[in-house]
């Protein structure tokens, strides 16, 4: 037989398949996926039917990212995280059972080598900004304390940056920490209440978002690592339900049980209490 009689002739209706269609193993796992990706590709140009100078432009605007992207600068990561798809990948990674803390992405600006501080001392190096307490409690579902629990913080100050994005102007692990809960699961330090900031608006993926009018905000939080030996290590944020801006955090990590009240009263100043709850570590997770 003739080898045009398999031919799949290329055309608006079976342009997928005809890619598909050239994989030897199709089971493959990658031929699998890459057929996936690429009618799903072919699905968007047949719903928007971009001109060929539209499309360059498509490729121009990738080709832009790549390029932005070294080792100091992650465009692609950041373009991943502004349309959702990285909450989205740990949403499906990390669900976990009612009750317990829900993880939320890392962010750009955790480092591994956080100092460890004594209970009750403070974070903020430069002492500027509006002093803020932070009192919390480890524990697992049954509401039991985790008295192993590490708790490492991290947040930007008063003026909405992280310690190592100003390297001349704040001092070295400014507003970091990593602390040992009590006995009780207990932990408590002070620091200075942070501002929210904008993400990196300066790239491609920023000048486009902004072009169309998309806010490329965070509101004012603070950030967690929990770690204890058994239990699911726990990557979460806690937000000052006084920002206005909750609604919109360009990361996708607001969760209604994330968000805390910063309270002020007269004599303590400000203060918000968290709780975070831990699960026990599963088998095939990692954390
Ligand atoms: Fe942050």
Do not use: C
């Amino acid at each position: 037989m003739s080898p045009a009689a398999d031919l799949i002739t290329f055309n608006e209706a079976t342009s997928a398949e005809a890619f598909a269609s050239r994989f030897g193993t199709p089971d493959d796992a990658t031929a699998r996926l890459l057929s996936a990706v690429v009618g799903h590709v072919h699905e968007l140009i047949k719903e928007f039917r971009p001109t060929q100078e539209q499309w360059r432009k498509v490729i121009d605007f990738l080709t832009e990212v790549g390029h932005a992207s070294d080792e100091r600068r992650q465009e692609w990561v950041l373009f991943s995280d502004l349309v959702g798809a990285s909450a989205l990948v740990e949403e499906i990674n990390s669900r976990r059972p009612s009750g317990a803390t829900p993880n939320t992405i890392r962010g750009p600006f955790f480092r591994t080598d956080t100092p460890e501080r004594a209970l009750g001392s403070s974070i903020s190096l430069d002492g500027i900004g509006e002093p803020l307490e932070v009192e919390g409690r480890v524990e697992d579902l049954d509401g039991l304390p985790i008295p192993t629990a590490e708790i490492i913080t991290w947040q930007a100050n008063a003026e909405g940056y992280y310690e190592n994005q100003q390297p001349d102007l704040q001092p070295e692990f400014n507003l970091r920490g990593l602390f040992r809960a009590d006995q009780d699961g207990r932990f408590h330090y002070r620091t200075v209440r942070p501002a929210g900031y904008g993400v990196p608006g300066d790239g491609p993926v920023g000048r486009l978002l902004a072009q169309a009018g998309y806010p490329l905000h965070r509101p004012a939080h603070l950030h967690f690592v929990l770690r204890a030996p058994g239990f699911e290590t726990i990557t979460t944020h806690i937000y000052d339900d006084s920002d206005p801006r909750l609604g919109e955090d360009a990361l996708f990590g607001v969760r209604p049980e994330l968000v805390r009240p910063f309270e002020t009263d007269g004599r303590s100043g400000t203060k918000v209490s968290v709780k975070f709850v831990m699960i026990r570590a599963r088998p095939g997770k990692s954390k």
